[in-house]
C-alpha cells in the first residue's frame, strides 16, 4: 500500500504500527488537520471480516464512552479492507516506560484499573492486557486498545464450574497469561485479567517482566518458583486442571516473598507491593478484584 492513500476524509500517512490482525497507520482529517490513527484489516478476496476485527468493533462499540478505553471514531468499509478509525495517541506504555524515569505509578495504575473495571462491568474480559496494548498521551493519561480477542463473559463466574461459559484457553500474551490457562482452563473469569494487569503493573515500576519464559512449561516452572507449586492448600482449583500433574511434572515449590524486594518497595512502598501480589495470587478465587483494587490503601 503506498503512503497519503485516501479513505474517505483521511489522507494516511506512515505506518505505525502492526500486528497478525493488521497495519496501523497515522492519519489526517483533511477537513479538521486533526490526527487520527487507522488500522487497516484486509478481508480478502470472500469480502468476509474475520471474527477477531467483528470481535473488536463490537467490543469498541459497547465501550465507547467508557473511562480509558481508546475510543472508537468510526468505522469505513471501502475494497476489501475494513478501516478502524481512532485517536492517535503517541506512545504505547511499553515505549512510555522505556524512555521515562518520571512515572506517576499512582496515577497509571488507577487510570488502568478504572479501564478495566468499565471493560468488566460491560460483560467483557479483554484477554490481552499488556504494555503494548496500552496508549498514553503527553498527559500520561492512559488509554486500554486492542480488542480483537475480547470476549463476552456473561456468566461473570469467580469459580471454576460447569455453569461457567467455556473460553479458548490459549489466549493472552505469554508473559500475561495467568496459570489456569497455562494449565488449559476453558471455564475461567474475569480474574484473568485481573492477573495480566499486576504483571503490566510490575513491568512498569521495574522494567522488566515479571514472568518471563519461552513456552508454556516454562511460564509455569518461573510462576511456581515465585508463587509455590499448586497444592490443596496454596491453589485447589488448579490441581484438577487438564495440563497439571503434580506428581510427574513440577517440582515442589514453596511461596516466597518476591514481591516484597527492597528496589520494588522503594519505588512503589509496601502499600504498592501487596496490591501487585494480592493481583498475581495463584489461586484464581483468591485475586483481588477490580473494585477491591480500586478501594486499596495504596489509592488512599
Known sequence: MQDNKKVQQFILQEKVGFGAFGEVYKAIDENTSEIFAIKRIFSGRSQQI?????????????LKGQNHIVPLQKVIFEKGCVYIVLPFYPYNLYEHIKQNDDINYKKVFKQLLLGVYNIHKLGFMHRDLKPLNILVDDNQNVYI??????????????????????????????????????????NYHVSVDVWSLGCVFYQVVMKEILFYGDSQIEMLFKIFSKLGTPSAFIAPSLCSLPLFNEAAAFPRFYPTKYL??????????????????????????RRITISEALQHQYFL
Open 260 to 285: 516484597y524486594q527492597e528496589e520494588l518497595l522503594s519505588r512503589i512502598g509496601y502499600e504498592g507491593a501487596d496490591l501487585i501480589d494480592r493481583m498475581i495470587q495463584l489461586e484464581p478465587s
Open 50 to 62: 474475520d471474527q477477531s476485527t467483528i470481535r473488536e468493533i463490537a467490543a469498541l462499540s459497547s
Open 145 to 186: 486498545s486492542d480488542f480483537g480477542i475480547a470476549r463476552m463473559n456473561f456468566g461473570q463466574c469467580r469459580n471454576f464450574n460447569s455453569n461457567c461459559e467455556k473460553h479458548s484457553y490459549e489466549v493472552i500474551t505469554l508473559h500475561f497469561r495467568p496459570p489456569e490457562n497455562l494449565l488449559g482452563c476453558d
